[in-house]
């Protein structure tokens, strides 16, 4: 279960991978990219299919990034989610963020099982501060309903 400590640790590593940033720059991927490089983290972009994004190094997996990153966001589809944190944990990464419509339950228990943290069913956009206001809207909605973690 994801929990306010995890979210705040989560939050604190500075060096953090997004797998999943799109080549069109059209898709979420590529907005969380943006967005976390403007709130000042060092972010790295992982696409097995592109050399670039926005005339930065793209990396082809989190295992090309060995000793860079401390956390990964995943932005890719379920199926493609346990490999991914099977290389998240090869890599060393110890905190991955499933982003929504990215949870795998066989991904969860692999984290699980080998110490990695791992939230899931949030949006990191809600949490990395400062939130836009749309984000910070939809954390005050989900607070009046119970849906914020603890």
Not at 121 to 135: R, S, T
Request: with cysteine.
């Amino acid at each position: 279960m994801t929990s306010k400590k995890l979210v705040k640790e989560f939050l604190s590593e500075k060096n953090i991978a997004v797998v999943g940033v799109s080549r069109s720059g059209k898709k979420f991927g590529y907005t969380l990219f943006k967005d976390l490089k403007t709130k000042g983290y060092n972010v790295y972009p992982v696409n097995p299919n592109a050399a670039f994004i926005d005339d930065e190094k793209c990396y082809p997996s989190l295992l090309a990034l060995r000793g860079k990153v401390e956390a990964a966001i995943l932005v890719v589809p379920p199926f493609a989610t346990k490999e991914v944190v099977k290389d998240a944990y090869s890599a060393g990464i110890k905190k991955v963020w499933m982003q929504l419509g990215s949870e795998s339950e066989e991904a969860v228990i692999f984290c699980e099982e080998t110490g990695i943290d791992v939230i899931q069913n949030e949006c990191v956009l809600m949490f990395a501060e400062p939130a836009a206001f749309f984000h910070r809207a939809h954390r005050w909605v989900n607070g009046l309903v119970g849906r914020l973690p603890r």
